[in-house]
């Protein structure tokens, strides 16, 4: 059974940086991109970036390059989201999510971690 | 990048009725389209993905269809699980990976 764990959320002030994880079980990891996607509070879903299989290529939203970083460890079958300068409009709960064989759709989602950006 | 138009935002049905959402998109995305469901407090759920082809395990009342840049996805038969919402995802053109706004299914 595929399963994604995120973790590392919680309340941050501006400005400052948070880097969340998520533990994966289940599937190969190492064979599969791999992705986050967000949900602003009562909002729709916004992917923010994706990683490839070995990690040597990653992608992002406009709005967010420079100043997250995705990564991996296939080693630890870890996915990584490191954020920094957080601002009011990164509040958002953060899914990662396994993209399917072909690098196409996400077939397989984490429960979420919630990040709130506040003084 | 590719825009997802979808309607409406919010629809409301009675028990067995039949419901419909479209989405639209920004240009021909040659049937790459997925349906999620996301219940409140939960993370989406695959649906339906390439337009038409239902996941394991999604009921048979679901079902989509589309070409170009016009997708629609129905539920027949409404059931009181369906009350969720649902986004449409266009992976056409990659990267980004696009959502529709979604849509809120309630009950009448």
């Known amino acids: 059974e595929v399963q994604l764990v995120e973790s590392g959320g919680g309340l941050v002030q501006p400005g400052r940086s948070l880097k969340l994880s998520c533990a994966a079980s289940?599937?190969?990891?190492?064979?599969?991109?791999m992705a986050w996607v967000r949900q602003a509070p009562t909002k729709g879903l916004e992917w923010v970036a994706s990683i490839s299989t070995g990690g040597g290529n990653t992608y992002y939203r406009d709005s967010v390059k420079g100043r997250f970083t995705i990564s991996r460890d296939n080693a630890k079958n870890t996915l990584y989201l490191q954020i920094d300068s957080l601002r009011s409009e990164d509040t958002a709960t953060y899914y990662c999510a396994k993209v399917s064989r072909d690098g196409r759709w996400f077939d397989y989602w984490g429960q979420g971690v919630m990040v709130t950006v506040s003084s | 990048d590719i825009q997802m138009t979808q309607s409406p935002p919010s629809l409301s049905a009675s028990l067995g009725d039949k419901v419909t959402i479209t989405c639209q998109a920004s240009?021909?995305?040659?049937?790459?389209i997925a349906w999620y469901q996301q219940k409140p407090g939960k993370a989406p759920r695959l649906l339906i993905r390439?337009?038409?082809t239902l996941e394991s395990g999604t009921p048979s009342r679901f079902s989509g269809s589309g070409s170009g840049r016009d997708y629609s996805f129905s539920i027949s038969n409404v059931e009181s699980e369906d009350i969720a919402s649902y986004y449409c995802?266009?992976?056409?053109?990659?990267?980004?990976?696009?959502f529709g706004g979604g849509t809120k299914l309630e009950l009448k």
């Open positions: 289940g599937f190969t990891y190492s064979n599969y991109v």
């Open positions: 390439y337009t038409s």
């Open positions: 995802l266009q992976y056409d053109n990659l990267p980004p990976w696009t």
């Open positions: 240009q021909n995305i040659n049937k790459y």
